[in-house]
């Protein structure tokens, strides 16, 4: 995964249909564009993280290696303190195969005793919120999860227009938030 110095090189497992890549010894964990994965792949869980101070704006991890999948039918992404770039999650749609997509993302610390601590990440903006939730609508969307300091407004009402999700979580400390957005308000924003 990128930050090594080897490369995933798996083109030649062509028997393996399902895949799960986790790194929990590197703090950066993201697939490089050059790396290749079995080529027969029908299910694939991906584990993206940045660092907890907030270093990945997702610059430096790439999802093409999926766009060759030709038969991958179920993706989950488990994205920690950082997101692959909208554009190439939105890319992920050419692949005519993918029928169930699973997001998860994860704006904390897993490793802190309070999870959801604001200082823990980088501070998630407005603005950042929409562009990771922009390719949404483009994708088979079956579970969200979002688990944050704060709840965006974007992420709320991009979540209440996903009309084949099955499972949604939206995890947030409505009390301490400084977005001001309470369970009343949230339920009110998915049904718009």
Not at 21 to 42: F, I
Not at 46 to 52: K, N
Not at 76 to 92: D, F, I, K, T
């Given at each position: 995964?990128?930050?090594?110095?080897?490369?995933?090189?798996?083109?030649?497992?062509?028997?393996?249909?399902?895949?799960?890549?986790?790194?929990?010894?590197?703090?950066?964990?993201?697939?490089?564009?050059?790396?290749?994965?079995?080529?027969?792949?029908?299910?694939?869980?991906?584990?993206?993280?940045?660092?907890?101070?907030?270093?990945?704006?997702?610059?430096?991890?790439?999802?093409?290696?999926?766009?060759?999948?030709?038969?991958?039918?179920?993706?989950?992404?488990?994205?920690?303190?950082?997101?692959?770039?909208?554009?190439?999650?939105?890319?992920?749609?050419?692949?005519?195969?993918?029928?169930?997509?699973?997001?998860?993302?994860?704006?904390?610390?897993?490793?802190?005793?309070?999870?959801?601590?604001?200082?823990?990440?980088?501070?998630?903006?407005?603005?950042?919120?929409d562009v990771a939730a922009s390719a949404w609508l483009t994708l088979p969307m079956k579970s969200?999860?979002?688990?944050?300091?704060?709840?965006?407004?974007?992420?709320?009402?991009?979540?209440?227009?996903?009309?084949?999700?099955?499972?949604?979580?939206?995890?947030?400390?409505?009390?301490?938030?400084?977005?001001?957005?309470?369970?009343?308000?949230?339920?009110?924003?998915?049904?718009?």
């Amino acid at each position: 995964m990128a930050g090594r110095a080897d490369q995933l090189q798996l083109a030649h497992l062509t028997a393996l249909t399902q895949l799960l890549l986790q790194d929990y010894g590197h703090p950066r964990c993201m697939l490089a564009p050059a790396e290749q994965l079995p080529p027969n792949l029908q299910t694939l869980h991906l584990y993206h993280g940045g660092d907890s101070a907030g270093h990945n704006d997702g610059s430096d991890g790439s999802l093409q290696p999926l766009l060759a999948l030709s038969q991958l039918q179920s993706f989950e992404l488990r994205m920690h303190c950082g997101a692959p770039p909208a554009s190439e999650l939105a890319a992920l749609s050419s692949i005519s195969s993918l029928a169930e997509v699973k997001l998860v993302y994860l704006w904390h610390d897993l490793n802190a005793g309070h999870m959801m601590a604001p200082h823990l990440c980088a501070p998630l903006t407005e603005a950042a919120a929409d562009v990771a939730a922009s390719a949404w609508l483009t994708l088979p969307m079956k579970s969200l999860h979002w688990i944050s300091y704060s709840m965006p407004a974007a992420v709320v009402q991009l979540a209440g227009a996903l009309q084949g999700l099955t499972s949604l979580q939206l995890s947030t400390n409505c009390e301490d938030a400084d977005d001001g957005l309470v369970p009343a308000q949230l339920a009110a924003m998915l049904q718009r």
